[in-house]
Each structure stands twice: as C-alpha cells, then as structure tokens.
C-alpha cells in the first residue's frame, strides 16, 4: 500500500503561485512514476504532470511553461509549482503515484487538495 497526502491548495489571484506537496508513505520503493492529476468544476480528472523514478517529466499542454514537477526522494515527497496562475486553473488537485510489482501495476491517490484562482 502507498499513502499519498497533499497540501498547498489555496485561493490565489491569477498571475500568482502556489506550490502544492504530496507526501508519500508505506511501500514507496517500488513506486514507478508520480504525478498530478486535476479535476475542475464539472469536468473530467486530468493529468497534469507526471516524473518518472529515472526523472522524466511530461507535461499537459495547459501545464507547460508555467507549472514545474519535482520529487524530493529523501523526503517522499512530491511538489507541483505552479506559477502564472490562470481561473482555469481552478480545480481540485490529485496527487498520483503508480506502483509496479510481480502481479501488477497498482495506482494510488491523495484524497485531493483544492486550487482556486480568482480573476
């Protein structure tokens, strides 16, 4: 089992920032990738950003060039900065994380935090 706290959500103006962490406990060694994953008003969860275990990132269109994902190994933890803040970007924020074993591939989420950005 993987554990999987997040925090940072807040309201915020747009053109602001924020940072939100994930905070990964239990059976982390064999975690094979983490991301983000958001699911505004109305709408279908999305991904966001995802990093690798070997350290490669993808991004969402929406995300590039304005949202950064990094994991902190030491710490088990997972943050997402997020800059240049649009009310688009107003959702609730899901941290992921995928696990590979002999009998499988298991995904986890955090129970959410939420981002709003105000005009």
């Known amino acids: 089992q993987v554990q999987l706290v997040e925090s940072g959500g807040d309201l915020v103006q747009a053109g602001g920032s924020l940072r939100l962490s994930c905070a990964a406990s239990?059976?982390?060694?064999?975690?094979?990738?983490m991301g983000w994953f958001r699911q505004p008003p109305g709408k279908q969860r999305e991904l966001v950003a995802r990093?690798?275990?070997?350290?490669?990132?993808y991004y969402a269109d929406s995300a590039k060039g304005r949202f950064t994902i990094s994991r902190d190994s030491r710490e088990n933890t997972l943050y997402l900065q997020m800059d240049s803040l649009k009310p688009e970007d107003t959702a609730v924020y899901y941290c992921?994380?995928?696990?590979?074993?002999?009998?499988?591939?298991?995904?986890?989420w955090g129970q959410g935090t939420q981002v709003t950005v105000s005009s």
């Open positions: 990093v690798t275990s070997g350290g490669d990132t």
């Open positions: 239990g059976n982390i060694a064999s975690i094979t990738a």
């Open positions: 992921n994380a995928l696990r590979s074993t002999a009998i499988g591939t298991y995904d986890y």
